[in-house]
């Protein structure tokens, strides 16, 4: 039964060709607004994302003792500190797949040749590194005593202690291949005493991590070399390290971790928070541009009542025959929401294709644009355009959907009151209905 009735609402369609391409071109134009906006927001979202860096810095949580002031505005009691036993608790927390204590060198510079420089040097488990979310441009990415990892650019900014200082210059030096030594210096004693430390180079990072401008060592290295120049033993039951880094498991629980992790009492934040607070930015703004879109479709939405009533109104008697040979008011119904709503999923799917067509010719404009304003660039865009790889505009097929679903609906929405008419229009007074 509801295919004939189907059959019925499509030739109905057929018989008034132009009405149902204007009405369908309204139902295009909302739709395609709605999904070109929202895919431009999913295209600058996912550049954005791209633009914060390696999977790994979304899953780095920085940990440090909470010194957050209590509401009633005093000074918080009892903060956890970074210990011991603060690393015993979060290896407990699910979704860890590392705890990575550091300790810095207090003090110190480097000496390579005729040049000096200064450098932070960061104390980590040897066995961690893997966990750190780094890779070696040279060397390997291991240490033994008395090795260190050199970042990328930890050798820039290096001087000639001899030179005329209102002359000076930052002299770069390739600390992996120049022999270098630290030297640090004692003050706890009546007169400082200096101290040579000679070190050897296992690796270099690739540029990019955080740890471009630092170099790596053995944590007990630090530890010791500490305790030489503060002249005190170092207590380790008491001992505080300078910062610990916690690594999720994946992208997805790194939330759920860095919760557990406040919860513990400490603070916790990394670039996961960032992305978390730029994701939230992106759905409003998407919700904002689709209701701007969905405009153009209540728009659309009244010229789909207008046809139906109409068409209502045209075939009157047509419907007062089909109730008088045995047509039911739901069946009067049913073909008048079908064709409501396939001027809906008209429009929808030709929506659609045209969203298709435009997101090719617009992300091909700008993948062939120049880069640099200063030679014809995009001015109106605030990234260059080789950062987005030419996919401004992107369509997932789930957006696809939804839209044609929308469509539909708009289409059946608008042509429910058209039909609730239809349906409950007496026989006897559509039969004499001219």
Known sequence: MFYELAMLAVSNLKRAR??????SGGVLVGTTAVIILIAITIGLQQAA????GSSSALTEIQVYPNYAPMPDGSSPQDV???DAAAVRALWKIPGVAAVIPIVNLQGGEIHAGDYTGYVQIMGVDPTLLPYLGVKVQQGQLAMGRGQVIVGAHAGDYFNDPEADAENYQPVQVDLYNTPFELRLYQYAAATPVERDVKVTVAGQLQEGSSYDYAMLMPIQDVIRLNEWMSGQPVDMKNFRYDQI???ATNRETTL????AIRDLGYGAGGMGDFLNQLNSFFVTMRLMLGGIGGVALLVAAFGVANTMTMAILERTKEIGLMKAIGASDRD??????????????AGGAAGVGLSMFLRDVIN???ANAPSDPSQGGIMFLPLNPGQIGGNLIVIPPELSLFA????TSVGLGAGLYPALRAARLPPVIALKME
């Not at 132009?18 to 009405?23: D, F, N, P, V």
């Not at 044609?404 to 469509?407: E, F, G, Q, S």
């Open 18 to 23: 132009a009405r149902l391409a204007m009405t």
């Open 49 to 52: 994302e791209a633009g914060i």
């Open 80 to 82: 956890p500190q970074l």
């Open 245 to 247: 880094i916690v690594r």
């Open 256 to 259: 759920e971790v860095t919760e």
């Open 332 to 345: 009067i119904l049913t073909v008048f929401l079908i064709e409501a709503g396939l001027v809906g999923l």
């Open 364 to 366: 091909n404009a700008l």
């Open 404 to 407: 044609l679903v929308l469509a």
